[in-house]
């Protein structure tokens, strides 16, 4: 009878471990997951394009009619829970930051962002480059930057660092 009673409590231990186990992970997988991208675009009209700050060429958009530029910050939600982002910015190593939450091209802000959805966000391609050129003369800061958008959780999700071109 001991040996079926330490199976017993064996078992009843594996079962409870797999049970707390697959709460952490849907306590994790339940609410929003935003990631941030940062991207490099091109404006013609309502028209953007844009990718990747190390495969787009501004050069060849402006031949093709692309006449503003910009710095695209991307937010996915790629969570089961909808969130609201409250804010958007550009951020430098330094700790400087420059966001255009007016700009008529944005989406008005809190932007609900539902499950599986994206919003981007545009900023001037020359208000970020005044950004990184006074920071990187007056403090000698590098050129690398970073998408950051605030949740109306109160968390602040970023992008990874681009270096940005001078």
């Known amino acids: 009878m001991t040996i079926f009673a330490v199976v017993l409590a064996i ?79 550009v951020a430098i190593d330094s700790g400087a930051s420059f966001g255009f939450p007016g700009w008529n091209i944005n989406p008005t802000l809190p932007h609900r962002l539902e499950p599986g959805s994206s919003a981007t966000f545009c900023i001037p391609l020359e208000n970020i480059d005044k950004l990184v050129r ?5 403090l000698g800061s590098t050129r690398l930057v970073r998408g950051r958008l605030d949740l109306g959780t109160g968390q602040t999700v970023v992008s990874k660092k681009v270096e940005f071109p001078l």
């Open 11 to 89: 078992l009843s231990l594996v079962v409870s471990a797999i049970s707390l186990t697959w709460q952490v992970v849907q306590h994790n997988l339940s609410g929003a997951r935003v990631k941030v991208e940062l991207l490099l675009g091109a404006m013609r009209g309502s028209q953007l394009v844009s990718g990747p700050f190390h495969t787009v060429r501004l050069e060849d958009l402006a031949d093709q009619g692309f006449d503003s530029f910009v710095v695209v910050v991307r937010g996915r939600n790629r969570g089961r829970m909808p969130v609201d982002v409250t804010g958007f910015d």
């Open 134 to 138: 006074v920071s990187n003369q007056t």
